[in-house]
């Protein structure tokens, strides 16, 4: 079998923040194709990853049993090859693993960058997020409950969540549980007019 040579992605593009990194392992994780980072958040004051990204990376890169180079802090380039579709599964993921003194590193973004690949995962998904459920330049949860969760519901996707436990900036220690609906067969998204309502 050959192996798909590396999508190379400059990370700088736009406002050269974390978003681009995650959308990117997502749809590495979904579309199986693997990916080459180069200046990852280089439009950031400390730029590299912080480790809300490394949790997110090592996230996507476990449920996928991804090969990865150069995921470590403040890299600002990495490889990721997924080497399997998304697992379900129950897995609990702490930012605060990659930060002295714990991290306030958004919970709900690192939510996010798993939730699209767990829906398509054979079966249902539980995850225990540790980190920073409030925090400024990230939704906070109930943005993510009250706003991001129903829109996507109605194209299909479906999960719950519950907060357990709030995390603010610096320490963050917030904890959020969600159970991720998987099954979802590829390319199948419902449009928001189908809904009839």
Not at 28 to 50: E, M, Q
Not at 151 to 156: A, C, F, N, Q, Y
Request: net charge negative.
């Amino acid at each position: 079998m050959v192996e798909q040579p590396f999508l190379e992605i400059d990370a700088s593009y736009g406002e050269g923040g974390g978003q681009i990194l995650r959308t990117a392992l997502t749809l590495s994780v979904l579309t199986g194709t693997p990916v080459h980072l180069r200046n990852i958040r280089a439009g950031r004051r400390n730029p590299g990853l912080a480790p809300q990204h490394l949790t997110a990376l090592r996230a996507l890169a476990h449920i996928s049993q991804a090969e990865v180079e150069k995921d470590h802090l403040r890299s600002t380039e990495l490889r990721f090859r997924p080497r399997s579709m998304p697992q379900s599964g129950e897995y609990a993921f702490d930012v605060s693993e990659f930060a002295q003194g714990g991290s306030a590193g958004s919970v709900t973004l690192i939510f996010q960058a798993l939730f699209l690949p767990l829906c398509f995962a054979q079966g249902g998904s539980l995850l225990d997020l540790t980190g920073g459920t409030h925090v400024a330049w990230s939704p906070p949860y109930d943005y993510l409950a009250e706003v991001y969760l129903p829109t996507l519901s109605k194209m299909g996707f479906q999960a719950d969540c519950r907060l357990e436990r709030w995390g603010f900036y610096p320490i963050g220690g917030g904890r959020m549980l969600a159970e991720v609906r998987g099954a979802r067969k590829n390319g199948e998204i419902r449009e928001v007019g189908e809904m009839g309502d």
